[in-house]
């Protein structure tokens, strides 16, 4: 309980914290709609040239929430890499593992202060935008909660995967590379521009294998379908968090040893 309290009140600053330089906030909401109006435009050129009203299985005002929810997800996803090198470089990182919190614990608390506010803000202003670009809302109450309920396991595996690739820091001093890499196949093979449903067939397939999908494509979808296939999203969240709960721990572990072995 007093952990729990301690990783609480960790995400509770961090929340409260982002909010602390508005300007960078209002250029992060700005910089979504200006992406939600290209891609407005893009998607109705595509249903227009395609002769047909629905792709995929979403209708055009789908299709721009549906990407509001990828957006949203990807434009507040945690920077493991810069805090962690930091932290290596600067050898903060002696202070960080003497904490009342675990460190992998207090990194999760700061991404989830800061991932959610702004989740939830740029849901909002998406929503908006969309609705005033279609002229309908594209999305309801039923919608808005499957996808929230289904971003919280998501957003551990994002998490739980992009903290074990930033832990390598522990080795390589600056793991950026790495986690730049999966951040772009986050964006491709997790869906965030394009539904899976729209894939090549093989495509499709290696990105349904993936967990990568379940981080953006599974939440978003059901904006768009709320509650549709939602027993297995949640099942397949919950078996990944396992494998990836397990791979942040041994790289955790074999990166604290390296540390100490060398004096770190």
Do not use: C
């Amino acid at each position: 309980m007093r952990a729990g309290r301690k990783v609480w009140a960790v995400a509770s600053a961090y929340a409260r914290s982002i909010w602390a330089y508005p300007a960078a906030e209002a250029l992060r909401t700005i910089f979504l709609v200006v992406i939600l109006i290209v891609f407005l435009e893009l998607w109705r050129t595509t249903y227009s040239t395609m002769g047909t009203g629905v792709l995929g299985g979403l209708r055009l005002p789908q299709m721009l929430e549906y990407l509001a929810g990828t957006e949203a997800i990807v434009l507040s996803a945690p920077a493991f890499a810069d805090r962690i090198g930091d932290d290596v470089r600067t050898g903060g990182l002696a202070v960080q593992l003497t904490r009342p919190v675990s460190y992998v614990a207090f990194q999760f608390a700061v991404a989830a202060g800061e991932s959610w506010p702004r989740l939830l803000l740029n849901l909002a202003v998406g929503t908006l935008v969309v609705a005033l670009a279609t002229g309908s809302m594209p999305v309801g109450p039923a919608g808005i909660l499957a996808y929230l309920v289904a971003y919280v396991p998501a957003f551990l595996l994002y998490a739980s995967l992009f903290l074990a690739l930033a832990l390598t820091s522990f080795w390589l001093e600056d793991a950026w590379a790495v986690t730049f890499l999966a951040s772009r196949s986050v964006m491709i093979l997790g869906g965030m521009l394009v539904p899976l449903s729209l894939f090549p067939p093989v495509l499709a397939r290696i990105a349904r294998i993936l967990p990568l999908q379940l981080m953006v494509y599974g939440p978003a979808q059901q904006l768009a379908h709320p509650f549709q296939g939602f027993a297995s999203l949640m099942l397949q969240e919950a078996l990944w968090l396992l494998v990836l709960f397990s791979l942040l721990a041994f790289v955790y572990r074999k990166g604290v040893s390296a540390l100490h072995v060398h004096g770190g």
